[in-house]
Nanobody, 118 residues
Framework: QVQLVESGGGLVQAGGSLRLSCTAS????????MGWYRQVPGKQRELVAT???????RYADFVKGRFTISRDNAKNTVYLQMNSLKPEDTAVYFC????????????WGQGTQVTVSS
């Protein structure tokens, strides 16, 4: 069983920056697609950014130009650099790992709160 542990959330003023980290246990990180999602109470969880094992990245339109996803396979860690934060970015941010190795897998972290004050 893989464990994903997020860190880096917190309270920041609008226009500020935060960097989220997610470190995975186990040995399948480099072969996995990693992603960040977010959720606010009463709404569905939504995709923020993904980073495929081959290097392709994808972003939601609402974060393009402001957020950057990156990964360090040697550290089993994926990052989300968030710049120019807006109050509407306030949410719980979740790390996700998915892939296909002898069967599909899909793991989630516990989430980290990001609060952007106006």
């Amino acid at each position: 069983q893989v464990q994903l542990v997020e860190s880096g959330g917190g309270l920041v003023q609008a226009g500020g920056s935060l960097r989220l980290s997610c470190t995975a246990s186990g040995s399948i990180f480099s072969r996995s697609a990693m992603g960040w999602y977010r959720q606010v109470p009463g709404k569905q969880r939504e995709l923020v950014a993904t980073h495929a094992s081959g290097g392709i990245t994808r972003y939601a339109d609402f974060v393009k130009g402001r957020f950057t996803i990156s990964r360090d396979n040697a550290k089993n860690t994926v990052y989300l650099q968030m710049n120019s934060l807006k109050p509407e970015d306030t949410a719980v941010y979740f790390c996700n790992m998915k892939g296909l190795i002898a069967g599909p897998f899909d793991y989630w972290g516990q989430g980290t709160q990001v609060t952007v004050s106006s």
